[in-house]
């Protein structure tokens, strides 16, 4: 049997390959390391020595950033003497924004000649060893979405691999290098299984003990999309997840949103640390 797609993801997915053409010729600069902030994360943009800064709604044809904590920014310049292009803020599914859209950040950075993708996020803890204001990388993922629903790579017609293999999806030497920059540092760290779910709403207590079940870790609402993208251009991907909070149900959980903001801000000095560490050790 054949499957249907919905009327309107047939129309905005079946596409050959995403036009840059506008947004290289308004951006000058191109970068090697591709770095994309998470919730509350957007200060550790101030890090990078800057060549330009150009809202995202200057872009053409990308999507626009609308939630709190995500200034919306494409950020080009150097950090530890390395040309990096950092996206200050995402879209997510819950924006009403495709898969394929979603992921749209990973094909730019490609474009901008980035061969290495850092992602961040801050994500709802399951495992309850971790308390929030804690540092996870990310070894490995679930998605839900992609499992039951319709993943980033739907529709896609282009030159690049359709089947893409996430067996290593996550980089084991850019995960030895951020261990290894995070004990240089004292930045303690987990490693760990990230979980991501549609919301924007977040999980119930019942949820959260099958996530937990199914050998997750953390909880977010996005990631994967850029990742799978990421890996199907063949860019080398590191993913670091702040845990925001404790997950519906474990003693001391606080699910809000700008409590999430408030947590993060207080990881924000080790995340800068480590990030400019992550990209001044890479071995090129």
């Given amino acids: ?5 919905p009327r309107w993801y047939s129309a905005r997915m079946n596409q050959q390959e995403h036009d840059f053409t506008g947004i290289l010729a308004r951006v000058r600069s191109r970068a090697q390391v591709g770095i994309i902030l998470g919730s509350g994360l957007g200060p550790v943009a101030e890090e990078v020595i800057v060549d330009e800064r150009i809202p995202t709604l200057a872009l053409p044809g990308f999507p626009a950033a609308t939630v709190e904590g995500h200034a919306g920014e494409l950020i080009l310049g150097t950090l530890a003497e390395t040309k990096v292009a950092v996206l200050s803020g995402r879209i997510h599914g819950y924006e009403g924004y495709t898969p394929a859209e979603v992921a749209l950040p990973s094909r730019l950075l490609h474009a901008l000649g980035c061969t290495i993708l850092i992602t961040t996020n801050a994500s709802g803890g399951l495992n309850p060893a971790f308390t ?58 987990h490693r760990g299984v990230y979980v991501m779910v549609g919301g924007p709403h977040y999980e119930t207590p019942a949820e959260v003990r099958l996530l937990r079940a199914l050998g997750g870790d953390a909880v977010g609402m996005s990631t994967v999309p850029e990742v799978i993208v990421a890996r199907q251009l063949g860019m080398r991907v590191l993913g670091i997840s702040v845990i925001s909070n404790r997950a519906a149900g474990l003693p001391g959980a606080v699910l809000e949103h700008a409590e999430v903001i408030a947590t993060v801000g207080r990881a924000l000095p080790a995340i800068r640390q480590l990030i400019r560490g992550l990209v001044a050790g890479i071995n090129w």
């Fill in 132 to 189: 929030p204001g804690d540092i996870m990388l990310i070894e490995d993922h679930i998605s839900l979405p992609g499992l039951v629903g319709l993943g980033p790579l739907t529709g896609y017609r282009g030159p690049h691999p359709r089947f893409v293999n996430l067996t290593a999806a996550y980089d084991a030497d850019l995960l030895a290098l951020a261990a290894s920059v995070a004990e240089r540092h004292g930045i303690p760290v």
């Fill in 1 to 5: 049997m054949t499957a249907v797609l």
